[in-house]
């Protein structure tokens, strides 16, 4: 039994002082309560640590490479994928195990102790399937062991290039599958995740109505009955467009009219909804998945979180790109998208929660409810992921309760302050630092060094 003393930690009963958490050898949670026994580790402040819900770690190679305008004097979305696409011309499987894993890590540094890989890198370069077939999700689950952290598997079905079924073409064709080599894929990597460490879960994640048809749709649900969907929905304008010419209505409203979503599914973005749709998901008991620094770095738009959550909607937080992985300014980014469309302040508080307390609330619901992983609260039989936080500094100068999270989410050093991530029980981040961030980094960079001009 491994025993951590919090002089505050927030359980489901609210804010505890003087907590001792007891974590059994299978990491979850096997008490809380006053301390009773010497404790292995101690903290100032203890958080329940969220899932990511979205993620592409692939594309954490290219940050910082696609700030430029496009040769016709603008970018956008579409020029930046198509940057995307070209850096697929040369990824190989150990370089992507490479990326992977310091992606990972700089997730648990940044306080995440899980994350749903939304995983459609499938095949080799020029499209065609590796000797092994779910060898990329193989390594996806390796990147995933080394650093340590909690993984929610979501193998993803791509069939097209647009609504009209057009074929895919260049870095695209990496990610394509046809419904039954899909199913064989999805087989091999549910293997795989039932292989790997026992906190692991598959989910499946039809990429989204651009690119897979009604049918599609259908075949990817049906492989994992009771597990999580992930899916794009209704990122970008453009994509709304190209849905209601090809399917007669609106992305949300189409799936919401078309399928019977309930809390099993995550839809990615959202950010072109009307008013209407907003509601609709959020009665569905879906989780809406932002990921509002990418959502922000790629124009997409900006979420009706204030819509959504009056009419009592979930949502969670996610990386995405990976442009920038830091779990308080996803949160903070997301207040201040509301705050200057609504000229307002506090816009996501309640009367009895602050803001950083609302915003890591749905954090750690949605999150849990996504992965479909038990975590997300510091209780009995749940997945031990902990944020441990250092509050004797000038960012939280030891405030407590909701006014240390709202020092954390809102003076932008937040991360400064975690000194340890526990996921599932391991012991990953001692001190702010990942305990293999050293090895990790310099596998990141042998890769990028061999990727040379492809990035």
Known sequence: MHYIHAKQALTPNGWER???????????????????APPSDQQDLLLPAPVNLHSHAFQRAISGLTETRGPDGQD???TWRTRMYQFLDHLNPDQTEAIASLVFMEMLEAGYAGVAEFH??????????????????ERIIAAAQTAGIGLTLLPVLYQFG???????????????????????????????????????RIGVAPHSLRAVDPAGLDAAIALNPGGPIHMHLAEQKGE???????????????????????????LIHC??????????????????????????????GIFRGVKFLAHGGTLGFG??????????????????????????????????????????????KGGAQAAGRRSGAIAAGHQADLIGLQTDNQWVCSRTGDSALDALVFTG??????????????????????????????????????LGQAI
């Open 319 to 364: 990386s995405d790109s990976n442009v920038q992985i830091s779990l308080f300014d996803e949160l903070r980014t997301l207040e201040y998208s509301q705050r200057l469309r609504d000229h307002s302040r506090a816009a996501l508080a309640t009367s009895s929660r602050s803001t950083g307390r609302v915003l890591l609330d749905h954090a750690l």
């Open 120 to 137: 459609y890198l499938h095949h080799d370069v020029d499209g065609h399937s590796y000797a092994h077939l779910p060898e990329m999700s």
């Open 240 to 266: 709304v467009d190209e849905v209601r010419t090809a399917l007669g209505a609106r992305p949300v409203e189409w799936l919401l009219d078309h399928h019977q979503v309930d809390p099993r599914w995550c």
């Open 162 to 200: 647009g609504c009209d079924g057009r074929a895919l073409t260049g870095g695209q064709t990496r990610f394509g599958n046809d419904t039954a080599r899909f199913a064989r894929l999805f087989e091999g990597a549910q293997t795989a995740v039932i292989n790997a460490h026992a906190d692991y």
């Open 413 to 450: 050093r937040g991360q400064d302050c975690i000194s340890d991530v526990w996921s599932a029980g391991r012991h990953v981040v001692k001190n702010g630092r990942h305990i293999r961030r050293s090895a990790i980094i310099r596998n990141f960079n042998a890769a990028i060094a061999q």
């Open 271 to 300: 950010t072109q909804m009307t008013e209407g749709e907003a509601k609709g998901l959020a009665h569905s008991g879906a989780v809406a998945g932002l990921c509002p620094i990418t959502e922000s770095n790629l124009g997409d």
């Open 18 to 36: 003087d907590v001792q958490i007891a974590v059994d050898t299978d990491g979850r949670i096997a008490s809380v309560g006053p301390q009773l």
């Open 76 to 78: 956008s979305f579409w």
